[in-house]
């Protein structure tokens, strides 16, 4: 599976962003993390396509909608009201097979995008 982010760039705070992952091929789990200047790779945001679930972290819920295009093979995350503690380079990930609930917001995912750089400014 090849992922490629795309959608990144400077945005003030309280704005909107849209990123997007364009795939080979939409996956039965999917994911955004983030990884800010000298910090660990965080999750972000996941989507069970099987059972249509999504899940975010407490950080993003209510500001940011994971979403994917069955017809398009692109993975997106919709960013609103975006912060500066927003700042990072955001993957996107693919995994073929379903994840236990407990399993889809840690990095376990097979395949990885090379990331878009998302800067908000204050």
């Known amino acids: 599976v090849q992922l490629q982010a795309s959608g990144g760039g400077l945005v003030q705070a309280g704005g909107s962003l849209t990123l997007s992952c364009a795939t080979s091929?939409?996956?039965?789990?999917m994911a955004w993390f983030r990884q800010a200047p000298g910090k660990e790779r965080e999750f972000v945001a996941a989507?069970?396509?099987?059972?249509?679930?999504?899940f975010y972290a407490d950080s993003v819920k209510g500001r940011f909608t994971i979403s994917a295009d069955n017809a398009e093979n692109t993975l997106y995350l919709q960013m609103n009201s975006v912060k500066p503690e927003d700042t990072a380079v955001y993957y996107c990930?693919?995994?073929?097979?379903?994840?236990?609930?407990?399993?889809?917001?840690?990095?376990?995912?097979?395949?990885w995008g090379q990331g878009t750089l998302v800067t908000v400014s204050s």
């Open positions: 990930a693919a995994n073929v097979n379903r994840f236990p609930t407990s399993v889809m917001t840690t990095p376990r995912y097979a395949y």
């Open positions: 989507i069970d396509r099987n059972l249509n679930r999504k």
């Open positions: 091929a939409l996956t039965a789990a």
